[in-house]
């Protein structure tokens, strides 16, 4: 996986066009509530501009990402429970590293390729088993 362009041969993902609420089960355990202003989308520099994983770690909220949002690992596994249908469908390259995650579900999405357009309300949590191993790392 070195050098390579994980976005190579995917489509740009527009961001989102209209204000929604992203809540979030942080790998803390911790819910956030986050109205995302699509004016203002913030900018961590990790994952896809607008993605989950972008918005969450501009908010200050805990998601793995051991790749920094490159499509590389699935660390940032997250299972979108609702507004998945507003969100950009996965590229090939995130079907294949969601197929090497831990407790894949249909729900299952990586939080940095996962582009919500604001159509919808969404609700992202870091897998439980992924939360527990969190919390036994770091206290
Ligand atoms: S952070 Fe590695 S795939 Fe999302």
């Avoid at 590389?72 to 996965?90: F, I, K």
């Avoid at 940095?112 to 870091?126: F, H, K, M, T, Y």
């Amino acid at each position: 996986m070195g050098g390579r362009n994980p976005f190579l041969g995917t489509p740009d993902v527009p961001p989102p066009t209209q204000p929604y609420r992203l809540v979030i089960v942080a790998a803390d355990g911790r819910e956030h509530t986050i109205d995302v202003d699509p004016a203002r989308v913030p900018c961590s520099g990790h994952g896809r501009p607008g993605s989950i994983l972008d918005i969450a770690l501009a908010h200050g909220v805990a998601i793995d990402h051991a790749c920094g949002g490159v499509c590389a690992c699935a660390t940032c596994h997250v299972l979108v429970r609702t507004g998945g249908g507003s969100c950009n469908p996965p590229s090939d390259e995130e079907e294949d590293q969601l197929d090497e995650a831990p407790g894949l579900t249909p729900h299952s999405r990586l939080a940095c390729q996962c582009v919500p357009s604001g159509a919808a309300d969404v609700r992202a949590e870091v897998p439980a088993w992924n939360r527990n191993a969190v919390r036994e790392g770091h206290g």
